[in-house]
């Protein structure tokens, strides 16, 4: 039997190596194979080691060229075969990034993984933006929502809750 390597759900942040957490770039320098999404930027990439195995799962809407069942099962395959793997996802890998689906495959397999955050989008462009997410006093609260259904479903968010003008 194979020895299990371990998989790490990284987030990549929202494309600025500099915004990286420290574990995150230790493990990207340290990975054996990273599998990563469409918007995980190329100076990330570059932090590759060389001898490490670049893998493009990213998704776009209406185009899914490596669908998440297989990017399970590819996640499932090298994680249990001994290797190091980093799964690099933008942003954060828990918020909108499938990242939750991902961790209950390896879970299900009983392969070891660990969950290492990152910055979101959200908070990336609010701070290049120079905006609070709150800010006491004005804002009680953030709320996220997806520009994304599964299986490109149509959104049906609620407006009018979304419209709370203390949020």
């Not at 494309?15 to 990563?36: H, N, Q, S």
């Not at 570059?46 to 669908?67: N, Y």
């Not at 980093?86 to 495959?105: H, N, S, T, V």
């Amino acid at each position: 039997m194979m020895s299990k390597g371990k998989v790490y759900l990284i987030g990549a942040g929202p494309g600025d190596p500099e915004l990286l957490t420290l574990k995150a770039a230790r493990l990207i320098k340290e990975a054996d194979v990273i599998v990563y999404d469409r918007l995980v930027s190329s100076d990330i990439l570059d932090l590759a080691p060389a001898t490490a195995a670049l893998l493009p799962v990213g998704k776009m809407p209406r185009s899914h060229p490596v669908p998440q069942r297989d990017i399970n099962r590819l996640l499932v395959r090298l994680g249990g075969g001994g290797l190091t793997i980093a799964r690099l996802k933008g942003g954060d890998p828990l918020i909108f990034g499938r990242g939750g689906e991902e961790a209950l495959a390896l879970k299900e397999a009983g392969v070891p993984f660990e969950i290492v955050p990152g910055i979101t989008a959200a908070q990336g462009c609010a701070a290049s933006a120079l905006v609070p997410l709150t800010h006491r006093g004005v804002a009680t609260g953030v709320r996220y929502v997806t520009g994304h259904c599964r299986d490109d479903e149509p959104l049906d968010l609620d407006w009018a809750s979304l419209a709370d003008p203390d949020t």
